[in-house]
């Protein structure tokens, strides 16, 4: 995940204007504080409503402002950028149905990040115009068969995620894999007891940022 280029600063106990000043000093402050104001939501929360009182910890990369911790006496909370928009508008490559069995090998090995024997990209064109910056190199991977579980491709994630902590367990369905840089960095996933979808940040994504150390 070192790719993604990700820092954490600690911000605990720091005042707005002190969050601010931090944020303002990335280039893509102007830009998205712009966007913002036209009802295009680039932030998770706006930087002028951060506060240190609450919050621990803030993840930024050169695009973007990724999420925040919550401090301790707010159980540690993470809150990530809503993706479910963003990811909606990225291109997806699927098998033909005749080729579906080729689907979980091929899903375990983007999932282990083996040389993959072709390349795609996107080709929405409201992807290009309208996807955050951050989500322009993203590139997703639809299932042709169904009824692929994320045990089936090695994946234990869902139900330690904050999204699925009261799903119980073997009724959440793999649909879509997201990657940026080669990470896996969401899902979609279908719950067949709800009946319902979601894209969610990955299991993996989480783990790395709450690992990460603040440089400041």
Do not use: C
């Not at 966007?35 to 706006?46: C, I, M, P, Y």
């Not at 009182?53 to 990724?66: A, G």
């Not at 993706?83 to 282990?112: A, C, G, W």
């Amino acid at each position: 995940m070192n790719k993604l280029n990700i820092k954490a600063f600690d911000i605990e106990g720091k005042t707005n204007d002190e969050i601010v000043n931090l944020v303002s000093q990335f280039p893509f402050y102007e830009s998205d504080k712009e966007a913002n104001s036209k009802k295009r939501k680039r932030w998770v929360v706006n930087p002028e409503n951060l506060s240190g009182e609450v919050l621990s910890k803030l993840y930024i990369n050169e695009d973007m402002i990724l999420g925040f911790n919550f401090n301790q006496d707010y159980d540690n909370e993470l809150q990530l950028h809503y993706i479910e928009r963003e990811l909606q508008l990225v291109d997806v490559y699927e098998f033909p149905l005749l080729e579906s069995h080729k689907t979980i090998p091929f899903m375990k090995k983007i999932i282990n990040k083996e040389p993959l024997p072709f390349h795609w990209k996107n080709t929405i064109r409201l992807h290009e115009k309208f996807a955050h910056p951050f989500f322009k190199n993203v590139l997703g991977f639809r299932n042709s068969n169904f009824f692929i579980r994320p045990e089936d491709v090695g994946l234990t994630f869902p139900y330690q995620h904050p999204e699925f902590r009261n799903v119980k367990e073997k009724v959440l369905l793999i649909e879509n894999l997201y990657f940026k840089k080669s990470h896996l960095i969401a899902y979609k996933v279908f719950n067949l007891i709800a009946y319902e979808n979601k894209i969610v940040w990955s299991m993996e994504f989480y783990e790395y940022l709450k690992n990460l150390k603040t440089v400041n």
